[in-house]
């Protein structure tokens, strides 16, 4: 018996390469398939994954292909969606896909449902998002304007935040810049302090991050997205769990070897290398941060579209600390067998030279420790005020530098 509330059942998926297919959910609220159906006349470069090239037969898989769970919001904000629109039509993958998967979402593949029409937004200043709130709560009241720029992944309170191009920074910018704006949650107190010097000493390192800022009152990370051009156009993004063909729940399920096979098979040749001496250097600051959240969600290739062969390792992002939270945290993914941080630590040298065609990972390990001591050392009092975590950074990166440090000694 049916209650009466709208089912969206197909969705169009266009790129800016032209339109590519059909999103369709065949069954009811108990089971069903999903397919996926390219146009007749769809073109390669319309193609909406590395992992799903373009052809004639129908892909199917009964739950929804990991390419679309990829962007689903989680948490808050999906409660937000749901007290708004669950009493009028089923909420369900589709609906929130319609919602949030237009041009908003990140990568390059947007999704249309017949009458739900994009929303004009009147862009916000960065200052504004950099402010001072005062008592107010500033990230609530971006949440109910932007609500439906809403298509990023993850627990953590976040959205798309359009700015207005006036305020960059004096620059001749589109009007359409986006940032991603994180809030503070009641679980992990100063997490934007916290993201902010992890990313700061990734970028200290060397290591490609967009820009980034913190608020002046310290409750919002804010960070450019990296998925569009300085025009605005937008670029494929794939994080390793698509790749991997895995649903967004199994993010924790995998190794980091296994990422970096996938680098040297979806990378374009000529960015290979590069990449994999990226992804060493992430996953070792992961390593010596701390930061057990380095899931196959936040490791992805950023590319034109699939036809372009132009793939490489996107820019680092969501580096955090969380054994400042959680001091029996362990890596995300196995590491040459271990999640153990102390056991990585010792077999990172191996791993880089066997899996990333590193030379000498001692010495590009002790750069980096030195690169994050500097960091912490300059942000020591900002770190102080988020319990534990200047104390675990520092146990984290005296150890590097002590390992690698006489490592390096001994081999010069």
């Not at 500033?138 to 809403?150: G, H």
């Not at 890596?331 to 590193?358: K, N, P, W, Y």
């Not at 590009?364 to 534990?388: I, S, T, Y």
């Amino acid at each position: 018996m049916s209650d009466g509330r709208a089912r969206i059942r197909s969705l169009v998926a266009t790129t800016p390469q032209g339109a590519s297919g059909n999103l369709a959910f065949v069954g009811d609220a108990s089971a069903g398939d999903y397919h996926f159906t390219y146009f007749p006349d769809a073109a390669e470069q319309a193609e909406i994954s590395l992992a799903m090239p373009l052809r004639a037969l129908q892909y199917t898989e009964k739950r929804l292909f990991p390419l679309f769970q990829m962007n689903l919001p989680e948490g808050y904000m999906l409660e937000l969606l749901r007290n708004r629109f669950a009493k009028t039509t089923h909420f369900d993958p589709m609906l929130l896909l319609a919602l949030t998967g237009r041009e908003s979402a990140i990568g390059r593949v947007a999704l249309h449902a017949d009458g739900i029409d994009a929303e004009t937004e009147t862009p916000t200043p960065l200052s504004t998002l950099l402010a001072n709130e005062g008592t107010g709560n500033l990230f609530k009241d971006l949440a109910q304007r932007y609500l439906l720029r809403t298509g990023i992944s993850g627990v953590q309170p976040k959205l798309l935040v359009p700015v207005e191009a006036a305020e960059m920074h004096g620059k001749a910018l589109v009007a359409t810049s986006e940032f991603i704006v994180k809030a503070a949650g009641d679980l992990y107190p100063g997490l934007p302090v916290n993201e902010y010097i992890c990313m700061s000493i990734a970028r200290e390192a060397g290591i490609p991050v967009p820009e980034f800022h913190l608020s002046g009152d310290r409750k919002r990370f804010v960070m450019r997205r990296f998925d569009r051009t300085a025009e605005g156009r937008s670029l494929g993004f794939e994080d390793m769990a698509v790749l991997m063909n895995r649903a967004a729940e199994d993010k924790y399920k995998g190794s980091y070897g296994n990422i970096a096979r996938l680098i040297g098979l979806y990378c374009a040749p000529g960015n290979v290398q590069r990449s994999l001496e990226q992804f060493f250097d992430q996953l070792a600051l992961s390593c010596m941060l701390g930061n057990g959240d380095a899931h196959l969600k936040n490791f992805g290739l950023l590319y034109s579209h699939p036809a372009a062969n132009d793939a490489a390792l996107s820019p680092a992002y969501d580096i955090v600390c969380t054994t400042c939270y959680i001091p029996e945290d362990a890596l995300a993914l196995t590491l040459s067998g271990t999640q153990s941080f102390f056991q990585a630590r010792v077999d990172m040298g191996a791993f880089g030279r066997e899996h990333c065609g590193i030379r000498d990972p001692g010495d590009r390990l002790f750069r980096l420790a030195e690169a994050a001591g500097k960091v912490l050392d300059r942000h020591e009092a900002m770190a102080a005020e988020v319990p534990g975590l200047l104390e675990a950074l520092r146990r984290g990166i005296d150890l590097f530098a002590d390992t690698y440090g006489n490592d390096r000694n001994r081999h010069r």
